[in-house]
């Protein structure tokens, strides 16, 4: 059963009007969204179960990743496969794949992303800084670094989370995210995105995290 309040968060997050060049793959405009939409509030509450201490704030959905899918660091193959480590995804649980996932291949970085947090042993809530498929105007097949404008517009629903879960570390996953969690005055540890050959300094950072006792 998922919670009201996580319905209420997709629905909010479903509303919002973002510009030229930045695609809210949740709105009610494409009937396909409706599945993002509940594999989103899915996962919200399958990690919610799990009582998570941190939220690694990344950048934004990757066209191959969470614009797909509709859940933060993933691809359709980890939606499709067994259960993870922690329990999470897997058939039987409702996660649905629009039509088109069929013929985008797997993002690599939601691969990267959950084999670390299996061996380093931390199961994190996962979001982004800007929520929406941040791409070049007219390539929807393409990725952009969000504009702070972007990001500001998200920075509501990283919060909303953040007092939702009763998180108590907010970490930023690279440069995007560690400038909108300091604008927002939030002093946070920064640790390496694990896209384009960040996978050590990204395991690194966690483990630090671990050591410290902030992910524990």
């Known amino acids: 059963m998922i919670s009201s309040s996580i319905v209420d968060f997709v629905d909010r997050l479903a509303s919002v009007q973002t510009g030229p060049g930045c695609a809210n ?11 993002r939409r509940q594999n989103l509030a899915l996962y919200l509450q399958e990690v919610r179960e799990r009582s998570p201490k941190i939220l690694l ?6 066209f191959r990743g ?3 899918t509709g859940v933060p660091f993933t691809n359709r193959t980890i939606l499709e496969g067994p259960p993870n480590v922690f329990g999470l995804f897997g058939p039987g649980k409702g996660y649905v794949l629009p039509p088109e ?3 985008i291949a797997a993002e690599p970085t939601a691969t990267v992303m959950w084999e670390v947090l299996a061996e380093v042993g931390v199961l994190p809530l996962l979001w982004s800084a800007c929520p929406w498929h941040t791409h070049v105007p007219g390539k929807p097949l393409s990725n952009r670094t969000p504009s702070a404008a972007e990001a500001a517009l998200g920075t509501p629903f990283w919060q909303a989370l953040a007092a939702e879960f009763g998180i108590e570390t ?6 995007v995210a560690d400038r ?7 002093s946070a540890v ?4 694990p896209a384009h050959g960040g996978r050590a300094g990204f395991k690194r950072g ?3 995290l671990v050591a410290a006792g902030a992910a524990g």
Request: hydrophobic share 45%; glycine share 12%.
């Open 57 to 62: 704030l990344g950048e934004a959905p990757g």
């Open 66 to 68: 969470m614009r797909i």
């Open 170 to 175: 907010v970490v930023a996953v690279g440069n």
């Open 25 to 35: 793959f949740f709105d009610h405009s494409v009937p396909a969204n409706e599945l």
């Open 101 to 103: 996932a069929a013929g």
């Open 180 to 186: 909108s969690l300091r604008r927002n005055g939030v």
């Open 190 to 193: 920064k640790i390496r995105h």
């Open 206 to 208: 966690l483990e630090e």
